[in-house]
């Protein structure tokens, strides 16, 4: 299997889920699994630690407006269309999914064109640029969210759910806060803005942090590794307080998880995905920096139901981001309520799913 995702974590952790599953239920060992990503890409960091066998092709993004970049764009599309079929016709693959990212637009396609049996995998509740092309050239579109199945051509949807979700459903609290020297036995509430952490949300934290320091909850905050330093220079003069941790980007997710009792952060799918999946209640404030700021539409399903509570950036500072945490921290019967509306969004079996897609495809 080749699999091919990247830009940032919301696309590379489903795939890394996807892959562990695969690999516990014995259909493929380590060797027969390759991932495809850029350089540039989160990938290259989190996929080698994994170790699972990576490669890159270079990709760049398209313009939204047209321009002369975009004419680079294209010759270096189709160089990296090139590139890829190389790869594929190397490592002759059952199966290719892609996850998203333009990098995941190059690889698909070309083992497409090679007639290689292809699925896509789109989290979102609106489809990204990329899945929405691929669209036409694979053989499946698995999605998360019924609500995009419109989006794409409609013999070609299945409705697999996140596999992330069902690698941390399996999860149990296990003390894993002790290593950040947090008290598991405290309330504690994640802060932190999706996988590449968010400036707005990372100063609504520094101007709460004080305050934060005088409660009785716990607050865990990552900030994302490129806005760490700048983090720790602006918390240079506050007097942090035991019970609030901050730390450039916590690497096992899925074990900490559960252990926390709520979360502040934005709306990405695959956080929307491990949040549902453990039923963990949530203030989100959705990035207004994505197509067709799909995010509002991935919170506002949970909103809906009473699952979370949605603050838009334009009001966030760190007054509205303390009276938010103040509230949902000191109701215990609340957080309770909306964990139970998220849990019955969550698809805990969604690696199941899809791997029943696969091997449809390939039997
Ligand atoms: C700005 C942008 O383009 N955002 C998109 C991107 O978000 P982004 O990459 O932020 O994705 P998500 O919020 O969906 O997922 C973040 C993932 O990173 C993990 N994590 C995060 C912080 C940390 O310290 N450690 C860690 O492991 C989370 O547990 C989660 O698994 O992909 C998502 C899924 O397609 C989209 O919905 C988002 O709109």
Redesign the pocket.
Known sequence: MIVSGG?????I?PALALIEELKKRGIAKNNEILYVGTKKG?ESRIVPDQGIHFTTIKVQGFKRSLSLENFKTISEFIQSVQRSKKIVKKFKPDVVIGT?GYVSGAVVFAAARLHIPTIVHE??SVA?VTNKFLSHFANKVAIAFPSVADEFPHKKVVMTGNP?AQQVAGMKPNDRLSEFGLDATIPTLLI?G???GAEKINQAFVEAAPAFSKRTYQVLF?S?QVHYDAIQKQLADVQLGKNVVAVP?????PEI?PDVAAIV??????????ITALGIPSILIP?P??THN??VK?AQSLVDVGAAKMITEDKLDGASLLAAADELMSDADARQQMATAAKQLGVPDASDQLIAVMQELTD
């Open positions: 830009g940032t974590g919301g696309h952790y989160l998203g989290q979102n990204g992330r932190f999706g996988s590449r990552a994302g980007y916590i690497q096992d997710m998880l952060g934005r709306a990405g799918a695959t956080s929307l995905a491990e990035s920096y994505v799909h995010q991935n």
